[in-house]
Nanobody
Framework: QVRLEESGGGLVQPGGSLRLSCAAS????????MGWYRELPGKPRELVAT???????DYGDSVKGRFIISRDGANHRIFLQMNNLRPEDSAVYYC??????????????WGQGLQVTVSS
């Protein structure tokens, strides 16, 4: 079992920045898929940013040019740098990691969710 521990959410004014972090609870062999998603009340979870195994990023249309996904492979962490935040970015953000443990077992894990509120 691989748990994900998220940090970095909170309240920020429009135009501000936040950096979300997501760390695996244990050492893992490889990350096959990684990403950030967000959820608004009453709406389905939507893609914010993902990164392929070759480190190619992909972004949801609403965050392109403002958000940056990155990873620290050695420490099994992924990050989401969010710039020029807008009130409509307010949501619960979830990180997602899937890959192999050191025991060569597949895992597919989600973080507990972080509240991000953009408001003046």
């Amino acid at each position: 079992q691989v748990r994900l521990e998220e940090s970095g959410g909170g309240l920020v004014q429009p135009g501000g920045s936040l950096r979300l972090s997501c760390a695996a609870s244990r050492s893992i062999l490889s990350i096959e898929r990684m990403g950030w998603y967000r959820e608004l009340p009453g709406k389905p979870r939507e893609l914010v940013a993902t990164m392929a195994r070759d480190h190619t990023p992909d972004y949801g249309d609403s965050v392109k040019g403002r958000f940056i996904i990155s990873r620290d492979g050695a420490n099994h962490r992924i990050f989401l740098q969010m710039n020029n935040l807008r009130p409509e970015d307010s949501a619960v953000y979830y990180c997602h990691l899937a890959g192999l443990t050191n025991e060569f077992r597949g895992f597919d894990s989600w973080g507990q969710g972080l509240q991000v509120t953009v408001s003046s």
